[in-house]
């Protein structure tokens, strides 16, 4: 099936209410449900503390599809960081636009935020991918998605890990993962 014709149909599938958010990778849709509370507050402490530290130009943005065609690939991070004129689209944000992605794994589908989309984010040319894992109570850091894999595709060539507690360099902001609760089990 061609990309126009699954960016359709996920456009039909995000209008179901269970569906949180819908994303195209690999010739196949994926929907998402609503995540847990805890996801959703480690998400705002950490635009809280993204806020504080941001230059005027940019935002830190809790929403919102980014979109490469041309790669077959639609994504909807948990947090992204991008000037604030590249949110003036009718469409889809262009991943090139941002500083960074950020996820917090889910419970449930990590496999998506540890490995799917640490090939697409530096295929699509994102320079900082944030990824937040509250199972674990770890945070890792990738940035600079020049590299090549041994598959042929684009990956970070760096790659920095820590523990909830640790302060973060990420990009030229810093994250303290301190504020970061883990999952109830």
Same mark, same amino acid.
């Not at 690939?73 to 636009?97: F, G, K, Q, W, Y």
């Not at 042929?152 to 507690?165: E, L, P, S, T």
């Given at each position: ?11 039909? @599938?995000?209008?179901l209410p269970?569906?949180r958010? $819908?994303?195209?990778? &690999? *010739?196949? %849709?994926?929907?998402m449900?609503s ?12 635009r809280?503390q @993204? ?7 940019? $935002?830190?943005?809790? &929403? *919102?599809? %980014?979109?490469d ?11 992204i ?13 262009h ?7 950020a ?13 799917k ?17 509250p199972r ?12 090549v ?8 060539r760096?790659?920095?890990d ?13 994250v303290d ?9």
């Amino acid at each position: 099936m061609d990309y126009a014709r699954m960016r359709a149909i996920a456009e039909e @599938l995000s209008g179901l209410p269970e569906a949180r958010k $819908v994303e195209i990778s &690999g *010739g196949t %849709i994926t929907m998402m449900m609503s995540p847990s509370g805890t996801h959703d507050l480690v998400a705002h402490r950490l635009r809280r503390q @993204l806020d504080k530290q941001l230059t005027d130009d940019l $935002v830190a943005y809790t &929403g *919102g599809d %980014i979109e490469d065609p041309s790669l077959g690939i639609l994504r909807r991070p948990d947090l992204i960081v991008l000037p604030e004129e590249s949110m003036d689209t009718p469409t889809a944000i262009h991943p090139r636009h941002l500083a960074l992605a950020a996820e917090i794994v889910s419970p449930s589908n990590h496999v998506n935020d540890y490995a799917k989309k640490m090939h697409d984010y530096p295929a699509m040319g994102i320079p900082v991918y944030l990824l937040i894992d509250p199972r674990k109570g770890t945070v890792a850091v990738m940035s600079d998605p020049q590299g090549v894999d041994s598959d042929g595709q684009r990956c970070y060539r760096a790659r920095h890990d820590f523990v909830f507690g640790d302060k973060v360099s990420v990009g030229p902001w810093t994250v303290d993962t301190s504020e970061f609760p883990l999952y109830h089990s």
